[in-house]
């Protein structure tokens, strides 16, 4: 008896142990989707592999696959979040193969056909492609969506939209691709335009060099201006009137110059020409703001054939507001020594297309306030 309490004594401490051992032994172990990625999934092979489209690339941060250790558990994804939050997802045994299959397809394919590195431009489109960041979309059929870019392969692109999901866009179909700035991903869209004008007062941003415009004002007036540099552009003006043909038309050039990111400063002339007769606006503007989001301060002063600048000047109050992705409102008012005047209304907005309505105002004979300003615009070439 003795000796038999004395063996189990002994032997309790090696078993107290063991079962201290059974019991740090964790519940569930690591698994390898693919030895390309390890143990842990981070944001860059999310986006390189297109894997877990269920999570935005803002908020991803890194995921790994775990198994319990009982026989034919089932296999789960988990995910930490940039919040701190952690997400458990089910996987089933197939998902987790598929995305094994995803992994080592897409490896493949980039091993057979690398991609640019990161900031170096596509040879097809000129904008770095750039996996978890946001892009514009145009396609050649003219549908334009925002998404950010999942996975790029030889024939194809990938993005994750917010309405439609994962989107898959053929390399052959693509027009253009627009990498979007911050801000820009914040609102979930590019700029329609830069902001070179309000209605039709000019601002000191410019055209982009082999950016241009058509454009119809009022029905009878059709002018065109193009971005010969970053920054200078030209502009000319013709009336759609029977008889008049090339003895009444107007030019438009501008010079500017970005001070920094939000500040610009021009100057140009609006130049006219009717029946032999000419004259015209010499202006300095001055543009604090964005593409969408701008005020200007402008000073002008006419002058006439023969004659020199007028001692009277014109000054130029305005700017521009976008309120959604479509529609901005807007206002110029021009300050002149007999009083004032001014057009404000609105300016519906596409990648390609634009309309804008403008309502006439003013003091003295002019008072009240009228539709006077109807304008279609129609952009081509260059589009960032």
Known sequence: MHSTLRTFFCSLPLALAS???????????????????????????????????????????????LRALAPDS???????????????????????????????????????????AAG?????????????????????SGTTFTGVLQTTAPD???????????????????????????????KGYTDAGNGTRIFFAPTARNLRQGEGYLQDIDIILVGVNYGITDNISVGALVPLLPGVGGNVFAITPKVSGQISEKFS??????????FGVGGGVAYGVGTYGTADDNATLGLGYGFADGKGASSSPVLLLGGAKRLS????????????????????????????????????????YIGGIYPAYLELTYRFGKHK
């Open 156 to 186: 194809a692109l990938e993005f994750m939209t917010k309405d439609l999901g994962l989107v898959t866009v053929q390399r052959s179909n693509l027009k253009r691709l627009s990498l979007l700035t911050t801000e820009q991903a914040a």
């Open 74 to 116: 089932a296999i789960t994804l988990r995910t930490r979040l940039r919040d701190g939050r952690q997400v458990a997802k089910p996987f089933t045994f197939a998902e987790f193969q598929a995305a094994h299959d995803l992994i080592e397809r897409r490896q493949r394919e980039l091993d057979a056909n690398p991609q640019p």
């Open 19 to 65: 079962l201290s051992a059974l019991a740090q032994t964790p519940a569930e172990r690591v698994i390898i989707v693919s030895p390309v990625v390890g143990e842990v999934i981070d944001g860059a092979e999310k986006a390189r592999f297109g894997l877990f489209p269920y999570y935005s690339a803002d908020s991803f941060q890194d995921a790994r696959f």
């Open 265 to 274: 400063i021009g100057a140009g002339a609006l130049y006219a020409r009717a």
């Open 325 to 364: 992705r479509g529609f901005s409102v807007l206002n110029e008012t021009y300050i002149f020594s007999e009083g004032l005047a001014g057009l404000v209304g609105g300016r519906l907005q596409g990648e390609r297309y634009g309309g804008s309505l403008g309502f006439l105002y003013g003091s003295g």
């Open 120 to 140: 170096t431009a596509s040879s097809s489109q000129g904008t770095p492609e750039l996996p978890g960041r946001s892009y514009s979309i145009e396609l050649r």
